[in-house]
């Protein structure tokens, strides 16, 4: 069971990730969009959107902190369990209730304005859904694990951390996985969930955001390309000259 | 030199410029010293989609075909067989070096045609009546023969009302196009056996924008004998007002000549909405200076666009410009004067003609009537030498001598040998007078005044009569004035020293036709309407007539749309703007522009091998055939003005009909109740002259009228072909008797028929109301429409982009083409060959079941012929009455034998015939030679090889392409050579200079060829009255004003007085307002703005659609997502608010006629007290059950009726004869009343 959990489970949602991000872009490249609905309702958007999303980038930072970054490596750096665990509490805690608070906002202004719930399709919901599940586990985690010392004493750091790292190091060790607590456990079953369902869904749009635009001058001139134009071939006769 | 150009940090930003100046390290681009722009070499990958999306394999000119005026010239893209999309062509011709051009045309409207092509309502197969279909195959296998079985079941009550009940009610089947063909063909062999030709009716409006495809069932129709119901009369676009005015159709400015006016005043015309690739002319004129006037009841998509808007009430439009009038005869004719202004209406009108005053004995003393024009008939007096046709050559008198004048140029000078070279408005040196107040007089002693009695309208009972002075002379012994004398006397504008009683000025609302006296009609203040039409003329004065008024249809669709255009169109005449450039009346209300007019009347009546064809009014058709006039309560003595003599008294408007079709006036078809086929053989039998036996078997009683007893079975219409056409949808007036008398099916009529002691007299009343007449509705289309779901037969037709055919308007001046884009997808075909296929179909049944049969035409007296001088004075005699003797062509319709032979008739159709050489070609009195033309026509489209065929190497119509050829080949404005024969014909009768307005044009000869490559200018023709001359802008009557060219009308000038019995016994001799019938009073409907249970009572409009109307229908989706969708009906929130209706709340409108459900659209552009429901907005999409009757839906004319007004059935006399199209009873729908109320029930469908 537990090899199936924490390998074989999680493997397959990488793959999901991976191979659908690639169908989509194939199959589905003008789809691919954040399908936004500023155009009908902007009020609440401003303020849920930028705090959802700003929240996420910083549980996104604590994740890469948490996950990836071994914990000799901040000791070599002198960072101490206690200030760790303060930072990561304290950081963890306002990016988690930014997103929570954000993405409170966003669902309530998707199901209460008319035209915007009339754009809202049937995956919307679903990744909604799956997306509150994984966000409010991981705060519980850092809430009743961290804070309030439920359900016992437990380092993620010695265990979550690396398994996931052994796990993307394809050397999956489950046995790390069996003695976390449950809220960890159904933290990261429900993220890899939503990494299945991914490309699926209007997250794509985060491989697109167009952070090329802080940097850009106004006008981009692309010269002609060699190429044909379109993608039927030239026909006899009609060939382009010149360049 | 180079410069540094400076960073604006204040526009980027100092965090900005460090981004941006970041980028740098990260990318092999390179990025401009201003940091405006990033040059990147390649990455054009991204293109390909947009390329391939706009990529196409070829581009093709066509147009968009039955009704649009803007007739723009579009270019259709087609890729791997599939027509994508349109956009606008840009190769017009140039309106001049000084001017803006005709491009940019084209609306969203006909943008989104190309939908049509594959969308899901096209029609891409043949249906048939599935109930009818399975009663043919069963018959035919039991009878063997195709025209027995449809005898078998028509004759058969049980099984014919069986299938018309189904009508519209779903159940189409496809069928293969030989059955198909087969059932129509048998059904019109049948048809023909058993009832007569003349029981065959085809529809197709509007042939100017796809003649060839108009041409090809008018053609087929014809060649039967059946009967081509006329449009321009029963779409209510015919201004009444023209014929009566000018003696002519319409004949209007093209769009282009907007831009020479100076002063432009719409007036129910919405240019921007209904004229939308042609309001740019408007839009630009305004920048050179043109003052721009709106008048319209609500505030509409052109008052945007507007100096000034005086918002008229509905229907009031006729107080507005009378009291317009008053002032400008006011100021420039009586305290002031223009030289302009009165040269212009002493050469150019009627105003100094002679009218002789009735004396009648009333009890305050000796009155007078307006009276008939004084002629050279009575000047002759008894000396005997009477000149020729000298009732039709009125007397002016001439100011110099003060004795009476018989000017040339009137109607008396066109026909006959004494008019030849004298038919012009050269008057020589004689300087008429135009009016008798303070004139010299032979004996200085008889010029007195006395007072006339004019009716009014706006008021009833004693105050209805006005008595104004007149100054009078006494003329070969009678009383007389003048028409201007008349007019001042109408508009009340007094002079010092006449009796009675006139207006005391502007302020004295109790005198018509004042300003404050319309304000309290129309609701526009009294000062603004003065100081406008004092601009209007003043503006004229100054122009020399360039001031322009753009009528429309909001003023045209009335009852007495014909009085409101006469006091419209008094403003431009007088103030001398008619005939010339950026000048006069601009009525753009349905197309009646076919330039190549001569080639294609050939083509479509079979002119060139039998005539005359059979032409219909179509309005007097349905009137009868749908029984609506079972159903009307009033006499004709309604209309009648208050001092009438009582002629109309106890007349119906069914007896008005059925006397004008006694007397000839106007076309009554099926004419008798018997064959026509059968009475020529019966006359044969007795050994008379045909005529001499119809004339005695009508006098003897054993041959009687149907139109006086339509409801007998033999005087059905039996079968009906529509092409081009919607009736079911669009322009049925009565939608709801349609579809029960007519048709036998389910309809929401809600009226009581008329009781015993009002229904009209002359007719056969039977107590049985007949329902399902029509044995054969047979639609061609390309898309699903009211009239193809009510049809037995639905024919799929090719849509615009998928023929060749040719387009004119009368907004601009030139002739382009269709072209297929693709050629006609699954088994759809060409108009053209559709009937080709019909007529193919029908020879060998014709052969077998007709053979070759003689017909009797009855034909009525025609316009621009002599048979328009058979009314002398517009006295009306009644043959049946004993007043004269029944004279075929003189008293009577014509009565005319022509042989058909059944069995040629698709040969016929397929080549063109010899009545060509023999007979030449006529338009407008003029006969044009065409030998040379056809000669041409034979190296040009080939010659039939048929040896011992009649059609034996005649010039061959089998293609599209060849009938667009001899079209052209056969008209004025196409080909230079008989432009000049025409104007050189004409001349010898005016013995005028005209020749030269075409031979700049002689060699030009415009091809099919020519039009495919780009729009072409027509060439100045006699088929028309204006000149492009040179490559000026198209306005009509100016060859009349400048050639000295008559009108074709009595006096041959432009009449404000009209003289027939019926128009004085109307009131209606002169401008006058006449309001909105009035429904309560006729019809018992709740009085408007009045509140009861049943909704809120308000005035009923169907003005034209901004998203559906010309280029494409109501079900276009592009259309239907960027308006409301579905069936609407626009409300004031005042109304609105009296019921309780909220936007987009569905409610239920409910007249004595029918029923509409619809959503509303509240909104306060609308006036209170009225209601538009857009025009043909069909049944097809989104049209529930109605809560009053449980049926589905209604449409707009659910709630209308046909309402025939007598004055447009008068014929036989000068300009008031009838012409196809010309003049005939206008299909008016505008003084209807609904009441409104919100739904209660959930919408069903």
């Given at each position: 069971m537990s090899l199936f959990l924490w390998v074989i489970f999680p493997y397959l949602c990488l793959a999901v990730f991976v191979v659908g991000h690639a169908w989509r872009y194939r199959y589905d490249a003008f789809g691919?969009?954040?399908?936004?609905s500023q155009l009908y309702e902007d009020r609440l958007l401003r303020l849920g959107s930028p705090l959802f999303h700003f929240g996420m980038l910083g549980v996104v930072g604590g994740h890469v902190i948490g996950?990836?970054?071994?914990?000799s490596w901040t000791d070599a750096v002198g960072i101490d369990e206690h200030r760790y665990h303060l930072g990561a509490v304290i950081g963890g805690l306002i990016a988690g209730v930014m997103a929570l608070v954000g993405l409170a906002i966003l669902v309530y202004r998707r199901r209460t304005v008319g035209p915007v719930f009339s754009a809202t399709t049937a995956m919307d919901k679903v990744m909604y859904l799956v997306l509150t599940v994984v966000i409010t586990l991981g705060m519980w985690n850092t809430i009743a694990?961290?804070?309030?010392?439920l359900g016992g004493e437990y380092d993620y750091r010695e265990g979550v951390s690396v398994w996931y790292r052994s796990f993307l190091a394809f050397q999956p060790d489950a046995s790390l996985m069996t003695q976390a607590p449950i809220g960890f456990k159904l933290h990261a079953l429900a993220a890899f969930a939503l990494f299945a369902l991914w490309p699926f869904?209007?997250?794509?749009h985060v491989f697109s955001a167009p952070v090329g635009y802080l940097t850009r001058p106004y006008i981009v001139y692309r010269s002609r390309d060699v190429r044909p134009l379109g993608t039927s071939a030239a026909r006899r006769g009609w060939e382009r000259v010149g360049s | 030199m180079t410069q540094d150009v400076p960073v604006d940090s204040s526009l980027e930003g100092a965090l900005s410029t460090a981004l941006i100046a970041g980028r740098r390290f990260f990318t092999r681009a390179t990025v401009s010293d201003d940091q405006r722009a990033l040059f990147k070499q390649g990455?054009?990958?991204?293109?390909a989609f947009y390329r391939d999306r706009w990529s196409h394999d070829k581009v093709v000119r066509s147009t968009h075909g039955v009704?649009?005026?803007?007739s723009c010239s579009w270019k259709v893209y087609v890729k791997d067989g599939i027509i994508t999309w349109e956009a606008q062509q840009?190769?017009?011709?140039?309106?001049?070096?000084d001017r803006p051009d005709y491009e940019p045309r084209g609306c969203p409207r006909g943008a989104a045609f190309?939908?049509?092509?594959?969308?899901?309502?096209?029609?891409r197969y043949p249906y048939v009546r599935g109930v009818l279909l399975e009663m043919y195959r069963e018959a035919k296998s039991r009878l063997g023969d195709p025209v027995l079985a449809w005898a078998d079941i028509v004759e058969d009550p049980e099984r014919a009302a069986r299938y018309k009940k189904a009508r519209g009610k779903g159940g189409l089947v496809r069928a293969s196009w030989a059955e198909a063909a087969e059932i129509y063909a048998a059904a019109t062999c049948h048809t023909i056996k058993?009832?007569?030709?003349?029981r065959i009716a085809g529809f197709s409006p509007i042939?100017?924008?796809?003649m060839v495809s108009h041409a090809s069932g008018a053609r087929w129709t014809s060649l039967l004998g059946g009967a081509m119901l006329s449009f321009y009369d029963w779409y209510a676009d015919l201004p009444v007002a023209s014929p009566q005015i000018?003696?002519?159709q319409t004949d209007v400015p093209e769009s282009?000549?907007?831009?020479?006016?100076g002063y432009l005043i719409m007036w129910g015309s919405n240019i921007p909405v209904t004229r939308t690739p042609d309001a740019h002319w408007m839009t630009e004129a305004r920048y050179r200076g043109q003052k721009v006037i709106v008048v319209a009841?609500?505030?509409?998509?052109?008052v945007k666009f507007?100096?000034?808007?005086?918002?008229?009430?509905?229907?009031t439009d006729a107080a507005l410009a009378m009291a317009m009038g008053h002032v400008v005869l006011r100021e420039f004719f009586v305290d002031d004067r223009v030289d302009y202004f009165t040269e212009y209406v002493k050469k150019?009108?009627?105003?100094p003609y002679l009218i002789t005053l009735d004396e009648i004995a009333g009890e305050s003393g000796t009155v007078y009537r307006p009276g008939k024009f004084l002629t050279a008939a009575e000047l002759a007096g008894d000396s005997g030498t009477v000149e020729e046709n000298a009732a039709f050559r009125p007397v002016l008198l001439?100011?110099?001598?003060?004795e009476p004048f018989v000017p040339n140029g009137s109607l008396g000078h066109r026909?006959?040998?004494?008019?030849a070279g004298r038919w012009n408005l050269d008057l020589g040196d004689v300087d008429p007078?135009?009016?008798?107040?303070g004139a010299p007089t032979p004996d200085r002693a008889e010029t007195s005044a006395v007072e006339v009695e004019l009716p009014r309208f706006d008021v009833r009972g004693p105050d209805a009569l006005l008595r104004r002075g007149v100054p009078v002379r006494r003329v070969a012994g009678r009383l007389v004035t003048t028409v201007l004398d008349l007019m001042l006397a109408q508009y009340g504008v007094g002079r010092p020293g006449l009796p009675g009683t006139f207006?005391?000025?502007?302020?004295?609302?109790?005198?018509?036709?004042?300003p404050a006296w319309q304000e309290s009609i129309t609701g526009v203040p009294a000062g603004a309407v003065a100081r406008i039409a004092r601009e209007f003329a003043q503006n004229a004065a100054d122009t020399r007539g360039r001031s322009m008024i753009i009528v429309g249809a909001g003023t045209n669709h009335w009852f007495h749309s014909d009085t409101i255009y006469r006091a419209m169109l008094m403003l431009t005449t007088i103030t001398g703007?008619?005939?010339?450039?950026?000048g006069g009346w601009a009525h753009y209300v349905g197309q009646e522009k076919a330039r190549p007019i001569t080639g294609w009347a050939q083509l479509a009546f079979g002119l060139d091998w039998s005539r005359p064809p059979r032409q219909m009014i179509q309005t007097a058709y349905w009137y009868l055939h749908t029984d609506q006039f079972r159903y009307d309560n009033y006499d004709v003595e309604h209309l009648?003005?208050?001092?009438?003599?009582?002629?109309?008294?106890?007349?119906?408007t069914a007896d008005a009909l059925a006397l004008s079709a006694r007397l000839g006036w106007m076309p009554s078809y099926p004419?008798?109740?018997?064959n026509p086929l059968d009475l020529a053989d019966d006359a044969a039998a007795s050994g008379l002259e045909p005529a001499e036996y119809v004339v005695r078997s009508l006098q003897d009683g054993s041959l009687r009228f149907a139109c006086e007893d339509p409801d007998a079975p033999e005087n059905f219409p039996r079968m009906l072909t529509m092409w081009r056409a919607n009736l079911f949808g669009?322009?049925?007036?009565?939608n709801e008797y349609f579809l029960k008398h007519l048709l036998g099916t389910d309809s929401s009529v809600q009226a009581r028929e008329t009781p015993p002691d009002q229904r009209p007299t002359s007719l056969v009343w039977r107590d049985e109301a007949p329902e399902g007449k029509l044995d054969l509705l047979c639609t061609l289309d390309f898309r699903m429409t009211s009239s193809t779901i009510l049809s037995d037969i639905v024919l799929p037709a090719a849509t615009w982009y998928e023929k060749h055919d040719i387009s004119t308007t009368d907004m601009h001046p030139f002739i382009h083409s269709f072209n297929p884009?693709?050629?006609?997808?699954?088994q759809t075909k060409t108009d053209w060959d559709i009937f080709h296929t019909l007529a193919q179909t029908f020879a060998p049944l014709g052969a077998k079941h007709l053979g070759v049969r003689r017909d009797l035409v009855a034909a009525p007296l025609l316009?621009?012929?002599?048979?328009?001088?058979?009314?002398p004075h517009g006295v009306v005699r009644d043959w049946r009455a004993g007043e004269c003797d029944p004279v075929?062509?003189?008293?009577m319709p014509k009565l005319i034998v022509v042989e058909r032979d059944y069995g040629a008739i698709a040969d016929k159709m397929a080549a063109l015939g010899p009545?060509?050489?023999?007979l030449g070609a006529t338009t407008k009195a003029i006969t044009y030679d065409v030998t040379r033309e056809v000669e041409y026509l034979r190296g040009k489209i080939g010659v039939v090889?048929?040896?011992?065929?009649?059609?034996?190497?005649r010039p061959s119509l089998v293609k599209d392409i060849a009938a667009a050829e001899t079209i052209m080949a056969l008209s004025g404005t196409t080909n230079g050579h008989l432009a000049t024969q025409g104007f050189e014909t004409l001349e010898k009768r005016?013995?005028?200079?005209?020749a030269d307005l075409a031979r700049e044009h002689e060699g030009k000869r415009i091809t099919f060829a020519d039009t495919q490559a780009a729009p072409v200018p027509v060439i100045t023709s006699?088929?028309?009255?204006g000149s492009e001359t040179g490559g000026r802008r198209y306005s009509p009557f100016t060859i009349n004003t400048e050639r000295l060219k008559p009108w074709h009308t009595l006096t041959g000038r432009q009449h404000f007085y009209l003289d027939h019995d019926w128009i004085q016994e109307l009131g209606e001799v002169l401008p006058v307002f006449k309001p909105p019938l009035d429904m309560t009073e006729?019809?018992?409907?709740?009085?408007?703005?009045s509140v009861g249970e049943l909704g809120v009572t308000v005035r009923y409009l169907t003005p034209h659609n901004k998203w559906s109307?010309?280029?494409?229908?109501?079900?276009n989706l592009f259309m239907l997502s960027l308006s409301r969708g579905g069936q609407a009906i626009w409300m004031s929130d005042v109304d609105a608010a009296k019921v309780g209706i909220a936007d987009n709340d569905w409610i239920e409108a409910v007249n004595r006629n029918g029923v509409v459900a619809a959503r509303a659209i509240v909104s306060h552009r609308m006036p209170e007290g009225v209601v538009y429901m857009h025009h043909?907005?069909?049944?097809?999409?989104?049209v529930p059950r109605t809560?009053?009757?449980?049926?589905?839906g209604g449409i707009h004319n659910s709630l209308t009726r046909i309402m025939l007004k007598?004055?447009?059935?008068?014929?036989?006399y000068a300009q008031l004869a009838f012409a196809f199209n010309y003049l005939g009873p206008t299909g008016n729908q505008r003084d209807e009343v609904t009441v409104i109320r919100k739904r209660t029930q959930p919408v069903r469908y």
């Open positions: 691919w969009t954040t399908r936004s996950l990836l970054i071994p914990r694990g961290s804070t309030l010392n869904t209007r997250l794509v | 990455g054009r990958s991204g293109d009704n649009c005026t803007g840009t190769d017009y011709p140039s309106a001049g070096a190309s939908w049509y092509t594959y969308s899901p309502t096209r029609i058993r009832w007569g030709p003349d042939p100017a924008m796809s000018f003696g002519d282009g000549d907007w831009w020479d006016a009841p609500d505030y509409a998509d052109n507007a100096d000034e808007w005086l918002p008229a009430a509905p229907g150019y009108t009627d105003l001439d100011a110099r001598t003060a026909f006959g040998e004494t008019g007078a135009l009016t008798l107040y207006a005391a000025g502007y302020e004295d609302a109790s005198a018509p036709y004042t703007c008619q005939g010339v450039n950026g009648a003005a208050p001092n009438a003599t009582g002629r109309f008294r106890g007349m119906g004419t008798f109740d018997r669009s322009s049925g007036k009565g884009a693709i050629n006609p997808p699954w316009h621009d012929s002599p048979e328009a001088m058979a009314t075929p062509g003189k008293t009545l060509m050489e023999k090889r048929a040896p011992g065929s009649v059609t034996d190497g005016t013995g005028t200079q005209l006699p088929e028309w009255s006729i019809f018992g409907e709740p009085e408007i703005g109307i010309h280029s494409e229908y109501q079900d043909a907005q069909d049944r097809l999409i989104d809560e009053t009757t449980g049926k589905r007598p004055s447009h059935i008068i014929g036989g």
